[in-house]
């Protein structure tokens, strides 16, 4: 189930296949929360609320679960040098450094943007962020493929959910005319829309999507249904996490 699979038959992307996978993914990228952002409508308190959320994920949960996930790579001394199960764990382990260094340039992008425009970080946890980091804690000690699996869902869903406000922000700026007056919270979006659309940001996402379809998980096995269960409850998990009027 890697990239050293001596089968040579051609085996179906898995990661377009879950992307394909229509379960509640609109309720994810294209969330109420959303469009109301991207529509330069979302309340500041609110958006100030989402953020401190973020960052507990960010700050907490996220680096527990790289660690755990590095700690499962299975390097093994029986493989040698150039072996291609040698070649494949340190492209994961090289992925999963980095995505650990970019969550550090994340925290500080918190702190800044919440300096920046006068977001409140330090709120409770919502019962929503709870049970994300929880599956988290509980995906990472799992087989490592079911680690990069989730891992992979969560950016992509994420970069998808930021791309679509920063299009329709775009749309209705362009719409409005060049000179539509922004709202401050309109203004803090399309902040957080360049960080989260950034060309370094996709590339990361599209990283991980290779190293997932490069494990070679076969249509009808036990790894590709458990493959579709994690896409599914990661889209549940995202679409929960967007916080509603009724958080405030």
């Known amino acids: 189930m890697s990239e050293s699979d001596s089968d040579s038959e051609t085996i179906p992307s898995l990661t377009k296949h879950l992307t394909s996978y229509p379960a509640r993914y609109a309720d994810a990228v294209r969330n109420l929360f959303l469009v109301r952002a991207a529509a330069g409508l979302i309340e500041h308190d609110l958006l100030a609320l989402w953020l401190s959320q973020d960052r507990i994920y960010a700050a907490h949960a996220y680096p ?8 499962r790579i299975p390097f093994d001394s029986k493989h040698s040098i150039d072996s291609d199960e040698e070649h494949f764990n340190e492209r994961i382990l090289k992925i999963l450094l980095f ?7 994340e925290l500080e992008f918190f702190m800044k943007t919440a300096g920046d425009w006068g977001f409140s970080l330090d709120q409770a946890e919502r019962k929503g962020t709870r049970n994300y980091t929880a599956e988290m804690a509980r995906i990472s000690n799992n087989e490592i493929y079911e680690g990069l699996i989730f891992l992979w869902a969560m950016e992509k869903i994420y970069l998808e959910a930021w791309t679509f406000v920063r299009d329709t922000s775009n749309s209705h700026i362009t719409k409005s005319g060049s000179n539509m007056p922004l709202t401050y919270t309109h203004g803090a979006v399309l902040d957080l829309c360049k960080n989260w659309t950034s060309p370094e940001f996709v590339k990361f996402v599209d990283d991980l999507a290779d190293i997932v379809d490069s494990l070679r998980i076969k249509p009808g096995s036990k790894e590709w249904t458990r493959a579709e269960e994690i896409w599914a409850r990661v889209v549940e998990l995202e ?3 967007w916080p509603t009027e009724d958080d405030l």
Do not use: E
């Open 239 to 241: 679409a929960d996490f």
């Open 99 to 105: 995505s650990l260094q970019n969550v550090v340039r």
């Open 64 to 71: 527990k679960f790289i660690g755990s996930l590095i700690s």
